[in-house]
T-cell receptor, first 116, second 116 residues
Framework: GAVVSQHPSWVICKSGTSVKIECRSLDFQATTMFWYRQFPKQSLMLMATSNEGSKATYEQGVEKDKFLINHASLTLSTLTVTSAHPEDSSFYIC????????????FGPGTRLLVL | AQKITQTQPGMFVQEKEAVTLDCTYD???????LFWYKQPSSGEMIFLIYQGSYDEQNATEGRYSLNFQKARKSANLVISASQLGDSAMYFCAMREGLGGYNKLIFGAGTRLAVHP
């Protein structure tokens, strides 16, 4: 149980294009989903927290207009990197929590983004 | 500010031996949670073990145990009978915040290499 999927697993795009990454909880309803960014050989940095049906809460320093997050349902959250640039190249990983007050976050397999 | 410290960038262990990965934390909260995640080279984050601040007994999950020393603010992960497949990055994390809006703060990670 508690399986989270991400799509795509790899994406290569040209600078200036937008990229959408999907995060799905497959066997549970996720009231809260999280989006992280990880640079090579570094730890995970939380970008934003999204609760179903409400606006995402972004961490300090994360551009809301650059990284659009939509948590449309209890099983799907999307991250759109708008007008991507090479510095946006990174590993993006989402996680989901089963319910309010639940402790454990279950992570997706991640998406590697390369912007040329 | 809360933070997680993992002082061992890398660790080596012989197969079948036990290894301890260190983690110290800093918080002024009375209620908090501590987690360990494993990240293989594929990038996925695998949940290993959880310890609540009010739990009196150390958490155990199979070959994983968490040595929780509240007064010292440490939450070391002990892996018994290491296997080659244990080679990966290991992240300690702490839950920050309460209720439905809590989030995880990650340490820098420790890379474990298991030798045959």
């Amino acid at each position: 149980g508690a399986v989270v999927s991400q799509h795509p697993s790899w994406v290569i795009c040209k600078s200036g294009t937008s990229v959408k990454i999907e995060c799905r909880s497959l066997d549970f309803q996720a009231t809260t989903m999280f989006w992280y960014r990880q640079f090579p050989k570094q730890s995970l940095m939380l970008m934003a927290t999204s609760n179903e049906g409400s606006k995402a809460t972004y961490e300090q320093g994360v551009e809301k207009d650059k990284f659009l997050i939509n948590h449309a349902s209890l099983t799907l959250s999307t991250l759109t990197v708008t007008s991507a640039h090479p510095e946006d190249s990174s590993f993006y990983i989402c996680s989901a929590r089963i319910g309010y007050g639940q402790e454990t976050q279950y992570f997706g397999p991640g998406t590697r983004l390369l912007v040329l | 500010a809360q933070k997680i410290t993992q002082t061992q960038p890398g660790m080596f262990v012989q197969e079948k031996e036990a290894v301890t990965l260190d983690c110290t934390y800093d918080t002024s909260d009375q209620s908090y949670g501590l987690f360990w995640y494993k990240q293989p080279s594929s990038g996925e984050m695998i949940f290993l073990i959880y310890q609540g601040s009010y739990d009196e007994q150390n958490a155990t999950e199979g070959r994983y145990s968490l040595n929780f020393q509240k007064a010292r603010k440490s939450a070391n992960l002990v892996i018994s009978a290491s296997q080659l497949g244990d080679s990966a990055m290991y992240f300690c994390a702490m839950r920050e915040g309460l209720g439905g809006y809590n989030k995880l703060i990650f340490g820098a990670g420790t890379r474990l290499a298991v030798h045959p």
